[in-house]
């Protein structure tokens, strides 16, 4: 007996100056869309396209396009990047050519930068992400981007933390991969987003510790109250330990917690998002 085929539902077409690759997963309609411009459009989907993500791509779920910012570069090496305005050590890439990329991107979702100098990526922002149609990832290279093009499109930064990458590829999947997994359908028990860190159902407060088979291991045992089967005191037990936890390792999210305030939020106000950093990279590649 064979498999009935799924459907994609409707498939949506848009004009492009190149021709879409044959492997490529099929764009449906109406589904969350990341859109990723990026020199190295061979980095995607990655560690997207492996197990629930990957899965949620093939099955439409979602969609992921890739705009190669080369193809806009100027003159015949493709140069997307030029030295510094009042010099110093590296390339920036220029405005004009990711004007080009994003009017290829198209208008419709959200523009985002992933940078270093970014508000911090937060779950609440993930969460926000997935409410709504997608988004449109830029990602850096060398020393950064014109911030005319970044002022003229009114782009918004997002950091995954503070240190700085060699690019912004691994940036743009930790965020595509934190929104992804909050679209209805794509984690086969919606119920586990409850219990995690950050999430609402626990409080904004970090998971507790979770055990599994066997009940001994190199002598150490599983808290009894866990193999208890009372519901009550496993609740309870969870809960202290996730107010332990956050206690000892994130003070900025027990601080919320105890204020019932937005954990973003706190971190902004004590500073934690506001050190100076330093955003320079070294160049990439040469110029082509």
Known sequence: MTETPKSHGRLSIRPSLRPRELMAEPQVLGAWTARIITLFPEAFPGILG???TGKALAQGLWNLET????EHGIGRHRNVDDT???????????????????HEAGPGLPVIYMSPRGKPLTQARARALAQGPGVTLICGRFEGIDQRVLDAHDIEEISIGDYVLTGGEIAAQVLIDATVRLIPRVLGNQDSLAEESFSIGNRGLLEAPQFTKPAQWEGREIPPVLLSGNHAAIAAWRASEAERL???RRPDLWRAYQDGMDPAKDRQLSGASDQSRDHREHQEEPRR
């Open 67 to 70: 705009i190669p910012l080369r």
């Open 50 to 52: 492996l197990s629930l």
């Open 246 to 248: 956050t206690k000892e």
């Open 84 to 102: 510094p305005a009042g010099g110093g050590a590296g390339m920036v890439i220029r405005p004009d050519v990711l004007d080009a990329a994003l």
